[in-house]
């Protein structure tokens, strides 16, 4: 990565100081929660507003609003201080009575300690952050109805953040629209993450520690259980699971295509933005959590003393670590280890896992993934500016590559070569070659999909930036600052929405909505290139995929 690209919402950034801005934000977050809290209330004056429902561990309350059920921070697992930090999650203990899931639960720790997030920050790692807490392991649900008998579809989504950041409860991926509009049960979860969710212990900590680098994935796992458990109580279908994510969160879905503990609980798979070719070796991993235990003044033959500490110093060390090895945490530490065990391969090198290769994957990247975190520079580059940054990023490939961009987008500026290049670099290629790798397995269909809706906001220079397809798929663009200005988003969000439904429900994407939708093949490519008109072309991309997989040796 060049110096002049920042780093993209999968990394995690070191936060800012306070500011003024910051601050003013702040308060208008306690005032909206003030103002929730009195929503509440009032709505407890009335018992017909409220639901209930059980679970394997107790009942749950929970709120009706306008026909759709809601349940918020309910436990799928314990608490994981002290002895269960680092440890693969077991169950909440049962309670008696009804339990309220009327507020969100606790967002994993991911702040550093003694200093404020910037609200920059805070829109990276995906908003919707509750009080930070290691009693994290919970999840919510929005459902058209409880114990009707009836059986849905369930979409269990995975939040983005990269593997450092983020919660659950975004409201960006609020379920309720997207529950109402296809008759399905949603569920999003927390979950571990960063030091807490992925620092590989095994090497100094012995058979005990030997999945420390993966309870964070072994975390949703659990909460998959779950589902598989409970979910029929709120009239979902246990059977009719469809994992789903984007950037971070997409990672996540392909890290759990490889995992043999989740094969069997979900049926389709979604990845958006967040193509997980390989993950972190165990001989990187030890690396990084060799230099956590330095930072902590512990010994190799210390490793429970970490068991021991206050999260808050853990936090700083783990920050410090980032900041003195430059981990990038998405091949560097802190995410998901190839252990042997719980992830006994990486998901797609250099081929296909096959572990779940009966599940129908549906994936796809957007135009211009990375103008989403570019700095002001990156707008208004010339040409010099753009070859120092794709030689950065390409080496000796960069004039052949630039080269071939430019005569597949003619007219195009050198700020808009770039964030195609760059964006293809890190998204859009390794997304087209897990669909490639995917099919050659010849089981479960794969459908690819390219974005290239453009936002209008910032006068339309972000084009189609990173997680814009998510206010389409959740039905939520109303609500969304890309979208809710645009009068052609409805028209598109009832086609994206209703295609992701389709596939949740019967693993293929088609509706009548859209053009018809091709299972991918590596001889035609058929991809929907989603736009305010859609269409699906063959190959659409062809002379800047062959540059780049050239480029990223991706054979």
Excluded at 35 to 53: H, M, N, Q, T
Excluded at 108 to 134: M, Y
Excluded at 150 to 173: I, L, N, Q, Y
Aim: with cysteine; hydrophobic share 40%; aromatic share 8%.
């Amino acid at each position: 990565m060049s110096r002049g690209l920042r780093a993209d919402i999968d990394i995690v950034r070191v936060p800012h100081m306070v500011t003024e801005h910051s601050r003013r934000a702040f308060l208008k977050h306690a005032s909206l929660l003030a103002s929730s809290a009195a929503i509440l209330s009032r709505a407890e004056a009335a018992d017909d507003k409220f639901v209930v429902a059980d679970t394997a561990f107790g009942k749950v309350r929970g709120m009706d609003a306008d026909g759709i059920k809601t349940f918020k921070g309910i436990p799928y697992g314990a608490n994981t201080t002290g002895k269960n930090r680092f440890m693969p999650p077991v169950d909440p203990a049962k309670w008696t009575g009804v339990r309220d899931a009327l507020v969100f639960g606790p967002s994993a720790p991911q702040s550093e300690p003694g200093v404020r997030r910037s609200t920059s920050d805070i829109a990276v790692a995906g908003a919707g952050l509750t009080n930070e807490s290691e009693d994290c392991l919970v999840l919510n649900v929005w459902t058209p109805a409880v114990n009707d008998g009836r059986k849905r579809p369930v979409m269990f989504w995975c939040h983005g953040g990269g593997f450092a950041t983020g919660s659950g409860s975004s409201p960006g991926t609020d379920g309720t629209n997207l529950a109402r509009r296809g008759d399905v049960v949603v569920v999003t979860i927390n979950h571990r993450i960063n030091v807490l969710g992925f620092t590989y212990l095994a090497e100094f900590g012995g058979p005990d520690f030997a999945q420390s680098g993966d309870v964070g994935m072994l975390d949703i796992v659990h909460a998959l259980n779950w589902v598989r458990q409970n979910i029929a109580q709120f009239g979902g279908d246990p059977n009719t699971v469809t994992i789903f994510g984007q950037s971070g969160g997409g990672r996540k879905v392909g890290a759990l295509l490889a995992m043999p503990s989740a094969k069997g609980l979900f049926h389709r798979a979604i990845i958006e933005s967040g193509p997980t070719i390989s993950l972190v070796e165990q001989n990187q991993a030890t690396r990084v959590a060799s230099e956590l235990l330095t930072k902590l003044g512990l010994g190799k033959s210390q490793v429970r003393e970490l068991q021991n500490l206050p999260v808050e110093k853990i936090m700083s060390a783990y920050f410090a670590v980032t900041r003195s090895m430059n981990v990038d945490q998405m091949t560097m530490g802190f995410s998901p280890t190839v252990d042997g065990k719980a992830l006994p391969r990486h998901p797609f090198a250099p081929t296909a896992s096959d572990v779940s290769a009966s599940v129908p994957l549906m994936l796809g990247s957007t135009r211009t993934e990375l103008t989403t975190s570019a700095n002001a520079a990156a707008f208004s580059l010339n040409e010099e500016g753009l070859r120092g940054r794709i030689k950065g990023l390409l080496g000796d490939h960069a004039n052949h590559v630039i080269d071939v961009y430019r005569t597949a987008n003619p007219g195009a500026t050198p700020s808009d070569l770039y964030f195609l290049i760059a964006s293809d670099n890190r998204y859009g290629a390794p997304v087209m070659k897990i669909a490639e790798r995917r099919a050659a397995l010849q089981k479960g269909p794969v459908y690819l999909y390219y974005f290239r809706w453009e936002t209008p906001i910032d006068g339309g220079r972000l084009k189609s930036p990173h997680t814009i397809e998510i206010p389409f798929a959740f039905d939520n663009i109303k609500t969304n600052r890309m979208t809710s200005g645009s009068p052609e988003a409805p028209a598109l969000a009832d086609k994206v929405s209703s295609a992701w439904i389709a596939f949740a429900r019967t693993g293929n994407p088609n509706t009548p909505k859209l053009p018809q939708w091709p299972a991918f093949n590596p001889k035609d490519r058929p991809t929907m290139v989603f736009n305010n008109q859609s269409t699906v072309e063959n190959d659409p991309l062809r002379d800047q995929r062959l540059a780049m997989f050239s480029a990223m040796n991706l054979t």
